[in-house]
């Protein structure tokens, strides 16, 4: 009698220990599949495109969304290009401010998001150089720097008279990395500054450009 008890308890942990093993091995499994995924770009503006690394994410595309630390901040709308288990490459969308984001996979049907912390910090703009520093009514004139974003951003030259209104120049082409803009003809020869303005936020320089008689 004792012996026959004795076989069931030793049966019922084997079969105890070996269910708990299976699911640990389960548990393991979903924590690689739901492992926090890695960006190949972490800074930008609008227009900029990155690629999601990661796994657990399907076949069929789902959604990539930015939260904002700061939640009343609206966040960017993003793109999605394309999508495998393993790789999403998206873009980002229009926004209307800087901040840090954490990036969320949501499968498609999944409730709970794939979340990478702090992935992604939209930038403003920030301009490096000038060339020319001076140049005339017309004269052509390049911007460089980076997070100048995909949509065309807006260049003024600002006098520094008081109360004097900054003149608005012509952008004839433009990247995140560089703007070209035209000396407007309206303004005089003096020494200005620069201002370049995008959706996000805006840089400028002091005593950046000359406009030359």
């Known amino acids: 009698m004792l012996s026959r008890m004795q076989a069931r308890s030793g049966s019922f942990r084997q079969v105890l220990t070996a269910g708990l093993a299976i699911m640990g091995l389960a548990l393991m499994g979903a924590a690689s599949a739901w492992a926090q ?12 495109q990155f690629t999601i690394t990661g796994t ?12 904002p630390e700061n939640p009343v901040t609206k966040p960017p709308r993003i793109a999605v290009v394309s ?5 999403i490459v998206a873009v980002v969308g229009a926004c209307s401010a800087t901040m840090d984001c954490d990036v969320q ?16 910090e939209v930038r ?8 020319p520093v001076t140049g005339g009514a017309g004269a052509l004139i390049t911007i460089s720097g980076e ?22 120049c012509t952008v004839v082409a433009y990247s995140d990395t560089a703007v070209d803009f035209l000396v407007p003809e309206k303004a005089g020869p003096g020494v200005y500054h620069l201002w370049i303005i995008n959706s996000v936020s805006a840089d400028g320089k002091d005593d950046a450009f000359t406009i030359t008689p």
């Open 147 to 168: 997070y100048f974003g995909a949509v065309r951003p807006r260049v003024y030259l600002d006098p520094q008279t008081i109360g004097a209104k900054p003149f608005a």
């Open 56 to 67: 657990g994410f399907g076949a069929v595309p789902g959604k990539v969304l930015f939260w």
């Open 124 to 131: 403003r703009p920030n301009m490096d150089s000038i060339s």
């Open 83 to 87: 999508w495998t288990n393993t790789s």
């Open 105 to 120: 996979v949501l499968p498609k049907g999944a409730i709970t998001p794939i979340t990478a912390d702090n992935g992604f």
């Open 37 to 48: 995924p890695t960006l190949d770009v972490t800074k930008g503006a609008v227009g900029t």
